[in-house]
């Protein structure tokens, strides 16, 4: 389904009010045993002190309908079923946030609280320790986070005259009871403030949204989502299984080869050609930079072109999933989230022809995630 006009329209009333409506519910019909929602921005900050490191924000809203399950080695218990009404949903919610502002700040929100989903006003509320929300406004989005004496303020705006950056989603059933949901925004422009007693500093940057809801064991994947200054938009996603469900649960070393793709999708949003290309994931090499951090060399075709491009991360945080299945078997999950920037971009198409390269369109600035284990 199409949530936003083509041809470079503004939205309608009627698609924004289709994009809110997806956002600030819980289907019913997803509310299963083991089902987990994910309300997901990062935030990318223009940084022109140190533009090859710029500083991020992820923040996670997030509900399992689990009895309990660790994360970073805290428990969260969620005692009370997900309450579904016609314009509310309430339930036991967790947030979790990390900060790279120069240094990464883990953990930087990991707690608990009474969450609620309203409509009209459509807005998210986490009433914690340190209270967050995300809700809509004058058509777009604010997102206001605390931590002790700390305030991010932050104002979204999507431009509604780029394709590229129009709202997508889809939905997946693997039968049974297992299925997937994914709504996203690839690109939202934001300004903000980060207020601490009497200091503000005023922030401005771009975004990325998603909100997903998936009724499944989770399996290993590589993902990445990157912006580009004038425009280009890039992300993949490259779930798999094999070996690497391995480490964390039989064994510490990571086991590359031998792993089944699960899917192999990459979408390359140039800006130069003007075009949105789907690719088909070829191959993930994982090696190290010399920060010790992962450089992930990205390889795609479709039936015209090759991409290749390289990812190097400059800084890391993760959040470590555990839990028992089946009474006493003990599944662990382990999902890192490298700030990143994409170097080395190149385009070619089948006769090795350049088509498009990092110096036209600049590097792109984004996260990356590579996780392992497995989640049952």
Avoid at 97 to 125: I, R, V
Avoid at 190 to 203: A, D, L, P, Q, Y
Avoid at 283 to 290: C, D, E, F, I, T
């Amino acid at each position: 389904m199409i949530l936003v006009s083509l041809n470079k329209q503004v939205f309608s009333e009627e698609e924004k009010q289709e994009l809110f409506e997806r956002i600030w519910e819980i289907n019913p019909e997803f509310d299963n045993n083991g089902t987990w929602f994910w309300w997901f921005w990062l935030f990318y900050f223009e940084n022109k002190e140190n533009p090859e490191k710029p500083h991020q924000l992820m923040i996670l809203w997030s509900t399992k309908n689990e009895k309990e399950i660790y994360c970073n080695n805290k428990i969260f218990k969620f005692p009370n079923k997900i309450k579904i009404e016609k314009n509310k949903s309430s339930f036991d919610g967790v947030v979790a946030c990390w900060y790279f502002d120069g240094e990464m700040q883990h953990n930087y929100l990991l707690e608990a609280g009474d969450m609620s989903l309203t409509k009209k006003p459509y807005a998210l509320n986490l009433n914690s320790e340190n209270k967050t929300s995300f809700y809509e406004k004058d058509g777009g989005f604010k997102v206001i986070i605390n931590r002790g004496n700390k305030k991010f303020d932050f104002d979204l705006k999507m431009d509604s005259t780029d394709e590229f950056v129009k709202p997508t989603y889809s939905r997946n059933n693997y039968g049974g009871n297992y299925s997937y949901s994914g709504l996203g925004i690839p690109r939202v422009d934001f300004t903000g403030v980060i207020s601490e007693k009497e200091k503000n500093e005023k922030v401005n940057g771009t975004a990325y949204f998603q909100y997903i809801v998936v009724n499944a064991p989770v399996p290993s994947w590589y993902w990445g989502h990157f912006h580009f200054k004038e425009g280009s938009i890039l992300s993949y996603f490259n779930p798999h299984i094999g070996p690497a469900i391995l480490k964390g649960n039989l064994t510490k070393r990571f086991i590359e080869k031998g792993n089944i793709s699960l899917g192999d999708n990459l979408t390359f949003a140039n800006k130069k050609s003007g075009k949105k290309e789907q690719f088909k994931v070829k191959k993930v090499k994982n090696k190290k930079n010399s920060e010790g951090y992962p450089l992930f060399l990205v390889y795609a075709e479709n039936k015209e072109a090759k991409l290749y491009f390289e990812v190097d991360c400059y800084a890391g945080s993760y959040w470590e999933f555990d839990k028992k299945t089946l009474g006493h078997i003990n599944t662990r999950l382990r999902y890192n989230e490298y700030p990143s920037k994409v170097k080395n971009l190149v385009l070619t198409d089948k006769k090795g022809k350049e088509l498009v390269t990092s110096k036209e369109i600049g590097e792109g600035n984004g996260n990356a995630e590579h996780s392992w284990g497995l989640l049952i």
